[in-house]
């Protein structure tokens, strides 16, 4: 079965660190365009940071930039999200996905996606 496996996820308190990872299962994923999206209660899905190309040109969504860090391992074949300085309205379910073309600006469809996983950040 062809898929992206989450974990990493929890409650933590505002200021606090995560690191969220991200694993092919059932394909290679070396060179896909690979980017975190993320959903709060009542939202609609965003993109918050993606590694768009071959040429691994990183973007991040404004809300994010400074504190989160997306990455991969290509011996792995995974894909992580380092999380700092973590604010309540970070509380989410975030997503991971991968797609063989580019995606410029973070923008969709991609073709692979994990299974979603909690993050909830509250004193």
């Known amino acids: 079965q062809l898929r992206l496996v989450e974990s990493g996820g929890g409650l933590v308190q505002p200021g606090e660190s995560l690191r969220l990872d991200c694993t092919a299962s059932g394909f290679v994923m070396d060179y896909y365009a690979i980017a975190w999206y993320r959903q709060a209660p009542g939202k609609e899905r965003e993109a918050i940071a993606c590694i768009a190309d071959h040429d691994n040109n990183i973007q991040y969504a404004d809300s994010v930039k400074g504190r989160f860090t997306i990455s991969r391992d290509y011996a792995k074949g995974s894909m992580y999200l380092q999380m700092t300085n973590l604010l309540p309205e970070d509380t989410a379910v975030y997503y991971c996905?991968?797609?063989?073309?580019?995606?410029?600006?973070?923008?969709?469809?991609?073709?692979?996606w994990g299974q979603g996983i909690q993050v909830t950040v509250s004193s």
């Open positions: 996905s991968a797609d063989p073309g580019p995606k410029p600006d973070c923008v969709g469809p991609y073709h692979y």
